[in-house]
């Protein structure tokens, strides 16, 4: 069989933050694929606003880059597990890995979770030992826990053999040492690395055609769009071609559009063979792993394994005093079709009726990969409250089980006791400990999913801020039973609506810890604060000073109070109960419980004590 030797298909992976995309930017700059005195901006590959303004890659992208008489076609994939559903489709897209480590932080664990599935795939590493310009860098040991790890993960002989280039994306300098006086500026090292090393896909353009989906796109204009690659034939448009479903099922279509990768644009092409990585259009009713065939031989590749959700939220309609007020999408019929449009392109995502028409059980891989859903949906305008992030049980040969996760914390010596008193409080087991010379401890643990929930503030409070947690999926396994991990401190509820006044919340915040500020439109049974205790207080915090004719001087410039906490979206879903809602505008987030009537509320928690007593 012969090869295309002047293409080669890689993946990008690496952890959170080791540098993939900016290495992609380097790429893309010294290669011959930019017009010259082309400006490229940092990170050009995170084009989605959100992963610009948070430093992470959410959606795989592709690129391509010319490099002498090759065309090197490149996935940047996400490195947080959450969206690890991204890096598993593109597996099957390309014939080896760029594993990107950095040279201080070393292996972490999604290090491990996108190498095991790069393995699993049997595709050919590369490793780039990144930021070797890095205060406190440490190369050469990094290589050895990233042998480790291969050898840890199962690789075979010709993986363990992989080559080993040093490089600073940021600078744009790479070399085949690691001593850093050899870093040239120029990735010639790592160019000639893939072409040697990289195998060429074969060329077996004129066998019948075989399409895979593996990542799918949406265009107003052109509809669904599906990206894969050309694993044999030709596909050309005008092509009459027969989609294999995955139920067994057969459409036939033609081809309206085709486009190519190159550099950072998606051009129209006429024509694409075994090997070429592309996006067709013409089909609406396409999935991801299904196949595009030779209407006279169609023969189905194998559909592609996705894990399945972990983590799961209601959505539903915004019914507070304030709904309709900020948003321009509020209904639950445009609600439900915007939750069904992100299927299109998200296939780690599941929406799910429930008995309450204005509500749906949303699933995704974790509770960043949900908050990010509902971050771009305000953002564009829709008003919904959402429920606490609920793990998902799965029966297994009969018994019920949760999802546990490796966590791998990196502290300063001083935390380490608190850190690890308070995963052993979340069912935690420690895998290992570890301390490094720099005064950091490492540790390990196994926890279960719904003990993580909410655990990053009081992490960050119990560290002070020095502290780093990564965590990834690890198994199933029992249910821990009697348990539960949620908040253990109780809330301070608005008894009535009106505005938040500084003298009444001068008075309440001795009971706790406040998270509004003055002036604060609020409603009854809207969340104003944490309780200090674990029972839920309601307060009146709209209330005014008498007003007389006497006034001491200087007293109102006396009225003063802590200033509030303000949590973001991630903190104040870590923050919610099972009995709250948060609710979600384009200009607000506030927090509320699902029964907003006091003497409903309480009546409500009698009978639930009342039950839970029997």
């Known amino acids: 069989m012969t090869a295309r030797d002047d293409i080669r298909n890689i993946a990008i992976i690496a952890h959170v933050d080791h540098g993939k995309t900016t290495l992609v930017n380097e790429m893309l700059k010294q290669s011959d694929t930019l017009p010259e005195h ?63 480590v950095d040279a201080f932080e ?101 066998e019948p055609l075989q399409f895979q989906v593996a990542i799918l796109d949406y265009n107003d204009f052109v509809g669904r769009i599906g990206i894969g690659r050309v694993v044999r034939g030709k596909i050309k448009v005008g092509d009459q071609v027969t989609l294999l479903k995955l139920d067994g099922s057969k459409k036939n279509f033609r081809v309206t559009k085709l486009f190519g990768f190159f550099g950072l644009k998606r051009e129209e092409i006429q024509e694409a063979q075994a090997g070429d990585l592309i996006a067709v259009s013409g089909m609406e009713d396409i999935n991801v792993g299904e196949t595009v065939a030779d209407p006279d031989h169609p023969e189905a590749l194998t559909p592609l394994r996705i894990d399945p959700p972990t983590l799961q939220m209601t959505f539903r309609t915004n019914d507070s005093p304030f709904a309709g007020r900020e948003g321009d999408f509020v209904t639950s019929r445009q609600l439900e079709t915007r939750l069904r449009s992100e299927l299109h392109t998200d296939v780690s995502l599941r929406v799910d009726d429930t008995d309450d028409p204005g509500a749906w059980t949303v699933s ?61 409080k979340r069912k935690g087991e420690m895998q290992n400990m570890e301390q490094t010379d720099n005064g950091q ?66 008075g309440i915040e001795s009971r706790g810890t406040l998270l509004i500020d003055p002036g604060t439109e609020v409603y009854e049974g809207m969340i104003v604060g944490e309780n200090s205790r674990e029972n839920d207080i309601t307060v009146n915090i709209t209330k005014g000073k008498n007003l007389t004719n006497v006034r001491a001087a200087g007293s109102d410039e ?57």
């Open 38 to 100: 082309f400006d490229i901006q940092d990170r050009a590959m995170d084009t989605n606003a959100i992963e610009r303004e948070r430093g992470i890659t959410i959606l795989s992208k592709n690129t391509a880059v010319k490099y002498g008489k090759y065309q090197i076609n490149i996935l940047d994939t996400p490195g947080h597990a959450d969206f690890g559903g991204e890096v598993e489709r593109v597996m099957k897209m390309v014939d080896g890995v760029l594993l990107v």
């Open 106 to 206: 070393g292996t972490m664990p999604q290090t491990r979770f996108v190498l095991k599935k790069a393995l699993e795939q049997h595709l050919v590493p590369i490793v780039v030992i990144n930021k070797v310009d890095r205060k406190g860098a440490r190369p050469e040991e990094v290589v050895d826990e990233v042998l480790d790890l291969f050898i840890e993960l199962g690789a075979d002989e010709d993986q363990l053999d992989f080559p080993v280039i040093y490089a600073s994306a940021m600078n744009g300098t790479s070399s085949y040492d690691s001593d850093i006086a050899t870093q040239e500026h120029t990735m010639k090292p790592l160019f000639d690395t893939i072409v040697k090393t990289i195998p060429a896909p074969e060329d077996n353009s004129d």
């Open 364 to 424: 995704g891989r974790g509770e960043l990969h949900l908050s990010i859903l509902i971050e771009t949906m305000r953002r564009e305008g829709y008003e919904l409250a959402v429920s606490r992030p609920q793990v998902i049980y799965r029966e297994i040969d009969g018994v019920e089980c949760e999802p546990f996760e490796e966590v791998q914390v990196d502290t300063p010596d001083e935390y380490t006791g608190s850190v690890i008193d308070s995963l052993n």
């Open 441 to 506: 401890t490492r540790l390990i643990y196994l926890v279960p999913s719904r003990g993580l929930i909410g655990y990053s503030t009081e992490f960050m409070s119990l560290t002070r801020g020095y502290g780093i947690m990564n965590h990834t999926f690890e198994k199933y396994a029992p249910v821990i039973k009697n348990w539960n991990p949620g908040r253990q401190k109780g809330t301070l509820v608005s008894m009535n609506a009106g505005k938040a006044t500084t003298y009444a919340m001068m």
């Open 558 to 614: 006396m009225a003063r109070i802590k200033t509030p906490t303000h949590l973001s979206l991630e903190e104040s879903l870590e923050f919610l109960n099972d009995d709250e809602y948060c609710e979600i505008t384009p200009q607000n987030i506030r927090l509320r419980k699902q029964i907003l009537n006091t003497n409903a509320r309480e009546k409500a928690a009698k009978r639930r004590k009342q039950a839970q007593s029997k």
